[in-house]
């Protein structure tokens, strides 16, 4: 399949190029978060029957795994309404182009930062305290409020969305897998930038606001930091920027040597079977060491959860990669390999996903009646029993995701394997090891 420019119509184009659609779903997004915080923070205790839980947790993970970051990799990003108040304090402005000169402090991130090391902190902060983020309104409006909040102080001190780039956990995740997405954002012909003056696409122009999350369109060969603002497309003066469909994984085919990037891959497969385990597993001990934070038997649970991510995976790894003789490095080896992961951890948080999801499906109708716990039933459905759905689909599914995600990834080891010139079967065998323990966990 060759790659199908879905912005050569006039029609969609224009429909891009207009702001007020998306401003529209900024908007909407921005009044459903504004609610789930309030929801939070004042709605009933009960986890189950909360707003911010349901709807954040079930029914915005379900849209976000299942469908968003399979298929439009970095469009989340694209309607995400957590930069929104930063930016219009940033730009001083909803719609017009900011004033040339800043309002605000306006520095460049810090040089030795400009990595997603910050992102993987983040995710494992939450990642930690999942069990109690997962199951108390209060924790979850914390976390939904330090997000906002955060990325409206880092508008007024740092230039563009450094939030997003550098600290959104959400952001290094959906960073991650939208490199599968068969959706990207690319120039037609870099030749053609060579010409331009004053490179609008990313210093901005009349038409539109340089690139917010601080990225050179031309210089773009992977997903991973374009966030889908579409303001590129906007300024460039020459028709220059083009959204494709095009094979899924392309991006895998020119993988990074950024252990930032490797480590990463590592925390979400460990985190998608750690959550495995906690979350749907039959171990109670390890449940309550989980939920009960603060406890000795919590600091084990975190030490262990540390050291699978950063000890066991990566540790075994490094076995499958070691070659003496090999003309490239090791530290590039690895990282290089780490991309394998890429495929196999997708399909891991898919499969994951599909039993959460569909086991707690019915909270989304409840909550829905009654968003703030309040006896409310405004479309018939607060007094639904909870009841799994679809169960008996539920394993042949995961099934088949796990070993669709194998595959992938055993093609993405032989492509890798035939640049570094060393064999792929050692990592082959780490990927079908790892599908067969996620198999263990939720079959």
Known sequence: MNKVEITSGRFVKGLLKNRYPQLGIFILMLAG?????????IGTPVGSHNFSIVFVWI????????????????????????????????????????????????????????????QNISFLLLALFSSVLL?????????????????????????????????????????????????????????????????????????????????????????????LCLECLRTCPKDNIAINLRPFAVDLARPSARLDEAFKAFIMLGSAMIYAGVLLGPWG??????????????????????????????GLFSL????????????????????????????????????????????ILAALSDPMGLGWNLVGTANIP????????????????????????VRTAQKAANEAHISPLPVIGYCLIATLLMLWLLI
Request: hydrophobic share 50%.
């Open 33 to 41: 978060y504004i609610f789930a915080m309030l929801a939070g923070a």
């Open 59 to 118: 029914a915005w993970w379900a849209v976000l795994i299942l469908i968003a970051v399979p298929f439009i990799g970095r469009g989340w990003c694209a309607v995400c309404p957590i930069p929104l108040p930063g930016e219009w304090i940033q730009r001083g402005a909803v719609l017009g182009p900011p004033d040339k000169k800043p309002k605000w402090l306006d520095l460049r991130w810090p040089k030795a930062l400009r990595n997603i090391w910050q």
């Open 135 to 227: 199951t108390t309104p209060n924790v979850t409006f914390i976390v939904l409020a330090a997000m906002l909040f955060s990325a409206m102080g880092l508008s007024m001190v740092f230039r563009r969305r450094a939030f997003c780039r550098y600290l959104c956990p959400v952001g290094g995740f959906i960073g991650l897998y939208s490199q599968a997405a068969p959706l990207e954002l690319r120039v037609k012909e870099k030749a053609a930038c060579l010409t331009c003056t004053g490179k609008p696409c990313y210093n901005g122009s009349e038409s539109g606001y340089g690139c917010p999350w601080d990225v050179y369109p031309p210089a773009l060969t992977r997903n991973s930091y374009c966030g």
């Open 285 to 314: 001990a390890l449940k309550n060491a989980a939920y009960n934070v603060g406890t000795g038997a919590w600091f084990i649970y975190a030490l262990v959860f540390l050291a699978i991510i950063f000890i066991v995976l990566p």
């Open 320 to 363: 499958c990669v070691m070659k003496k003789d090999s003309v490239v490095s090791f530290k590039k080896r690895f990282a290089t390999f780490s991309t394998v992961l890429i495929p196999l951890g997708l399909m891991s948080w898919v499969a994951f996903s599909l039993s959460f999801v569909l086991t707690n499906a019915t909270y």
């Open 386 to 409: 909870w009841q799994p759905i679809l169960t008996s689909v539920i394993a042949p599914a995961q099934t088949l995701v796990l070993v669709g995600g194998l595959l992938w990834s």
